[in-house]
């Protein structure tokens, strides 16, 4: 009788039994082992994601305890050092050394990214340093005197002084997400104690722009001072600003209290600053990048306006002209930014099918693709504005505040021509997109509000060539390969492609 074998499992092979299946003879070909991955060979985007996680100060923070102080006064010196219960920031230091591009690359991202500020406080009482620092809430670094003192890449520097005191009792650095908690406790101690601004001098300086638009850096760091009111003298240095910006802003700071009509004003000349430079400069040259920066900066300031002093905004004893003021100022800006931004591209009517032309470089077509849209989007917002539009999808209030602190607006507040200028210039930025179909329905209804007033060659002009440019996408239409929002599409993956 056959002996039965037992089944035996597959683990229970042994390496010599495997071994012993393999053909005899040795093998010449030598497998060179794959290179370690390395930061610096991986793509910038990815890089980027690495240093966001390892050196922002926020996201390092998420779930840690509270940070407390303890502080010490130097007899000799008077200045106050602080102590912190923990590393207020624990960033990954590591990625700095790592090599010299990882290095700058790292270093360029945590001071971009963070916005640091460096406050120092000058004042005969050591204890009025102390109650500001602890007292408001803000997260910060001064255990390293010397370095705070010898750095040169923050973004900011903020000197109070109080009583035109010479005695530095401390300096503090931290990133520009606490700076409204100090501007809201400046901003109470001026309300409890309504002398209290008139003892100080506030002196504020950009140090680095980081390659930033001014109109952002400004509205980062710069227009919430606006909110203070009261001070005994105010000085910005004007390094990385727009010109008569920090007169401007100044002015607000040293008022004994929030004026609409003063602030109306200093905004308004802001736009008119807009204006200017999108018609002419000193040497008779249109500087649309500066008209742009100028408008960005009048819609923060309009914005912050309505955030920080809502109630006497609304209160105001002429309301429905401040009002009034308020919207048409807002369409302008808006208007104003489409145009400027447009016409920094208007050579690109030479290239039908420039957003896929290899005539331009990639960055070329990015910028212009990331501008046109931005173009489209200013003009939709001030056409929402000049029509009265219901819907709040391109509104730029809805955009930006709570709904109880929206303005009211009334489509009588502008004129037939001011609708159809708008419309005239969305018609622009669509031809600009070859969004032809758009652009002639943009024409058509700015030709029905032009009336008799002068200009209407130009519209009638721009209308005819967008419906040469829907003759000649008629073959495309008819088989599908051209549609309506096409240009739209396309430019919207352009300016989120990346070059890498």
């Known amino acids: 009788m056959a002996t039965t074998l037992q089944k035996r499992d597959s683990m229970e092979a042994s390496v010599e039994s495997l071994l012993s299946t393999k053909p005899s003879g040795t093998s010449t070909a030598v497998v060179p082992p794959e290179p370690a991955a390395q930061l610096s060979s991986l793509p910038p985007s990815i890089r980027n994601t690495i240093y966001k996680y390892a050196l922002d100060t926020e996201l390092v923070n998420s779930g840690l305890a509270n940070v407390s102080y303890s502080h010490a006064l130097n007899s000799a010196t008077g200045l106050l050092h602080f102590k912190a219960s923990r590393t207020p920031f624990p960033v990954n230091t590591g990625l700095f050394g790592v090599s010299k591009r990882i290095s700058e690359e790292a270093l360029d991202f945590f001071f971009a990214s963070n916005l640091f500020v460096r406050l120092s406080v000058f004042t005969a009482d050591a204890r009025h340093a102390k109650t500001m620092l602890v007292n408001s809430g803000i997260l910060f670094a001064g255990d390293s005197l010397s370095a705070l003192e010898s750095s040169t890449k923050h973004a900011l520097d903020v000197s109070l002084v109080e009583k035109e005191s010479s005695k530095k009792r401390a300096v503090v650095m931290f990133p520009a997400q606490y700076l409204p908690r100090l501007i809201n406790f400046l901003r109470e101690a001026g309300d409890v104690t309504k002398s209290w601004g008139r003892s100080w001098h506030l002196h504020l300086k950009l140090r680095n722009s980081y390659s930033f638009p001014i109109a952002r850096l400004q509205g980062d760091l710069l227009e919430p001072f606006r909110v203070l009111k009261d001070f005994a003298g105010v000085t910005i240095d004007t390094v990385h600003t727009l010109p008569h910006y920090s007169l401007g802003l100044s002015t607000c700071m040293t008022a004994a209290k929030f004026d609409t009509e003063e602030w109306l004003t200093l905004v308004t000349k802001l736009a008119d600053l807009s204006d200017a430079a999108r018609e002419t400069t000193v040497k008779g040259v249109a500087n649309y990048a500066l008209s742009v920066e100028y408008a960005q900066s009048v819609i923060v300031a309009l914005t912050y306006g309505f955030l920080t002093s809502a109630e006497a905004i609304h209160g105001s004893s002429h309301a429905e002209d401040t009002f009034k003021a308020i919207q048409r100022l807002r369409w302008r800006v808006e208007l104003g930014l489409g145009i400027a931004l447009s016409l920094e591209h208007r050579t690109l009517d030479t290239h039908k099918d420039w957003l896929v032309s290899t005539d331009l470089s990639f960055e070329q077509r990015k910028q212009a693709a990331r501008d046109l849209l931005l173009a489209e989007k200013g003009i939709s917002k001030a056409l929402s504005l000049a029509t009265d539009s219901p819907s709040p999808s391109e509104n730029p209030w809805f955009l930006t505040l709570p709904v109880e602190l929206i303005p009211p607006n009334k489509q009588s507040w502008f004129t037939e021509l001011e609708r159809a200028q708008t419309w005239y210039a969305l018609g622009i930025v669509h031809t600009s997109l070859s969004e032809y179909l758009f652009a002639a329905g943009a024409f058509e209804r700015a030709l029905g509000m032009w009336g008799s007033n002068e200009g209407i060659g130009k519209v009638e002009a721009a209308f005819e060539k967008a419906r040469l440019g829907i003759e ?29």
């Open 472 to 500: 000649s996408d008629r073959a495309g239409m008819f088989s599908g390969r051209i549609q309506p929002g096409m240009g739209l599409r396309g430019a919207v993956k352009i300016a989120r492609a990346r070059g890498d």
